[in-house]
Structures are given as structure tokens and as C-alpha cells.
């Protein structure tokens, strides 16, 4: 992660792992700190549940243990869209099935909690957690799908430490807690925050002046009308928007927010304060983003931030929606800390 400083706005840039190079840690929403990436095991057993849901797909496999005792382990993979991306469907497992796989351990040796390098079924078929290639055509009006482009950098899984927060900013950063989550409650933050997460973005034009917005795996969807006057709205997460074109770039000014628990960035709340400014840019070759958002908000910032960011495009493809539900969401929580199966 790099952060640079302008004066008198603070910038930070927001850098992107290649899904090939992070194909795990890339799109999950929490660090996986808790594996120990020196520690790569392999294991056979018999699939107990697979859980293909938001915000991350799981298995529950009972396998013998170090020890020979029949354990119940707990696989998280990553979400259904990146799932279709590496070959997987919902019917990719079923309970039964007698697979080996080998994975990234717990550092709790008494926590049953596995990473996915790979995983076979009886009749040798493999699944991988590697991307498969795709044909991408290129947008020529802002349209398509879009996912994060980190470009070589690491996934963000805590607050910038030095953005310039004020003195209750500084206190929410220093109890940060990865646990408090919203999404582990099936909460899905507003803007910026949504466009950060790692789940795609669908923005299609329904006329020259007119685009919609959706998030894939959250129900939010925004509406954006180029050169329309302020509407009165309701507050919400998505806030209020006025959008224009200027030197061949969407700039939307967003206001009339909600208080939203990182509403702004990882462990960064927002307050009903924010001011959301976007300048969005095509690239020649319509197939990147570069997206500069400016947040204003008072109750938490001495100072306005700036996030520059990237979206690369995606093989076209229908947006999934999937329900989020608190066993898959809590998933990492709750799982491998139940010990043997039977003795």
C-alpha cells in the first residue's frame, strides 16, 4: 500500500493484487491472517456441507486430524463470482463426496480452518483456485463489468494509518477490530466503500444521459443522471447525487448521507457529514477505470482525503445475487473451533 501526501489534501493511492498472484487473499474481505502460509497441508475426506452463498463460498469436510481422530474442518474459499472465475458452480461439490485437498493450515493447531490450494474428487477431477482466462471486450461508454484492479499491490484489510483523522477518527482507528465488519452481519456499507469492496461492479447506460450502477452480491443501485438537477431524497448510504461530464469524465458530487460503520474505507465510519466528489475515467483501450474519489467528512477527517483508484474490466457476463446469510458471513468467525466429529 502506498500513501502519498498532497498539501493541503492527503492522497491515497489505492494499489491492487493481480487475482493471479493473490488468488485467495485478493477477494475476500477479511486478512486470512490466521492461516499460516508456511504451513501447507493435504488432506482426505468426506464433504459434509458446501455452502455456495455471500459473502463467501465454504466447505465442511470430516477428515482424521494429526492424530488420527475424525475432525470436522471448515474450508473458506472466496465469493460466488470469483468461484465462477476459477472453474467452481454451485454444483461443483455435494455433500458425501470423498475429496483430498490440500491448503494453508490454521496457526491454531487446535482450530480445524483451512486455506484452498486445490481439491480432487474420487474420480480425479481437480479444481484449482487459479483464474481461468477469459475474453474481455473492451467498453467504449463507461459500460460494463468492472472489479478492483489492486495492480501489484496487496489487498487493504485496515484503516490508512496516516490519513488525517480527527481526534475521534483516531479513536475509532486505534480499537479497530476486524470482527466489526458490518458485512460479518450482513450489513453492506454505502459509497466510497462500496466501490472498494472486492466484488464486481455492473454499470450500464440506459440512455445517453442516464447510468445505472449495481453491486454485485448487494442490493445496492445507484442512478445516476447526467446534468440533472438535486433531487430531495431521503438520506441513505448511497447519499444524493449530481452528475456531469467534464474533459471526458463522469464527475459526480454525492451529499445527504446516513451515518454508515465504514462507510468510508476499512475501519474508517462515516458520518451524515460526508461529501463524496468521483471523477471517473476511461482509459484508451476501454478496459480500465481509473476512478479519483474525494471524501469530506468533518467528523471524522481534519482534512479532505483523496483514493485513487482501479477497475479492470471483466468478461461480459448477468450480475449474481445471491442472498447474504449470517453462517456464511460469520463463517470465519465461527469456524474449526469445534474439535472431533467422533473418537
Excluded at 493541503?8 to 502460509?37: D, E, M, R
Excluded at 485513487?308 to 474490466?313: A, G, I, R, T, V
Aim: proline share 7%; charged share 20%; glycine share 6%.
Amino acid at each position: 500500500m502506498e500513501i502519498n501526501h498532497l498539501n493541503p489534501i492527503f492522497k491515497f493511492v489505492i494499489l491492487t493484487a493481480s487475482l493471479l498472484l493473490f488468488p485467495f487473499s485478493a477477494i475476500a474481505h477479511h486478512s486470512h491472517a490466521n492461516l499460516n502460509a508456511n504451513d501447507i497441508q493435504t488432506h482426505r475426506g468426506v464433504v459434509e456441507q458446501y455452502g455456495w452463498g455471500m459473502p463467501h463460498v465454504y466447505i465442511k469436510v470430516s477428515a482424521p486430524n494429526s492424530k488420527g481422530e475424525i475432525v470436522l474442518y471448515n474450508i473458506e474459499l472466496v465469493n460466488p463470482p470469483g468461484m465462477l472465475q476459477r472453474g467452481w458452480d454451485k454444483n461443483s461439490l455435494k455433500p458425501g463426496d470423498l475429496i483430498t485437498w490440500e491448503g494453508t493450515a490454521d496457526h491454531n493447531p487446535n482450530r480445524y480452518y483451512s486455506g484452498l490450494n486445490w481439491a480432487e474428487k474420487a474420480d480425479g477431477n481437480r479444481l484449482t483456485m487459479t483464474v481461468r482466462p477469459a475474453e474481455t471486450n473492451p467498453s467504449i461508454d463507461f459500460s460494463g463489468l468492472w472489479m478492483r484492479d489492486l495492480r501489484g499491490g496487496k489487498p487493504f484489510y485496515t484503516p490508512p494509518e496516516d490519513w488525517p483523522y480527527s481526534e475521534l477518527g483516531k479513536q475509532m482507528v486505534a480499537s479497530f477490530n476486524e470482527n466489526d465488519n458490518p458485512q460479518v452481519s450482513c450489513i453492506n456499507p454505502g459509497i466510497p466503500k462500496a466501490t472498494l469492496l472486492p466484488y464486481p461492479m455492473h454499470i450500464t447506460r440506459q440512455d445517453e444521459q442516464t447510468l445505472i450502477f449495481k453491486y454485485e452480491l448487494r442490493e445496492h443501485q445507484r442512478t445516476i443522471v447526467l446534468g440533472r438537477p438535486r433531487l430531495q431524497e431521503e438520506p441513505s448510504v448511497l447519499g444524493t447525487s449530481v452528475a456531469r461530464m467534464g474533459d471526458n469524465k463522469i464527475i459526480i458530487e454525492t451529499d445527504n448521507f446516513v451515518a454508515d460503520k465504514w462507510g468510508t474505507h476499512t475501519g474508517v465510519n462515516s458520518s451524515a457529514q460526508k461529501r463524496l466528489r468521483e471523477e471517473i475515467s476511461l482509459s484508451e483501450d476501454g478496459k480500465s477505470l481509473n476512478i479519483m474519489m474525494v471524501v469530506t467528512d468533518p467528523v471524522y477527517f481534519t482534512q479532505p482525503v483523496i483514493i485513487d483508484y482501479h477497475m479492470k474490466k471483466m468478461p461480459d457476463r448477468e450480475l449474481i445475487q445471491l442472498p447474504c446469510t449470517l453462517e456464511n458471513s460469520r463463517f470465519f468467525l465461527d469456524a474449526g473451533l469445534i474439535g472431533r466429529v467422533s473418537e
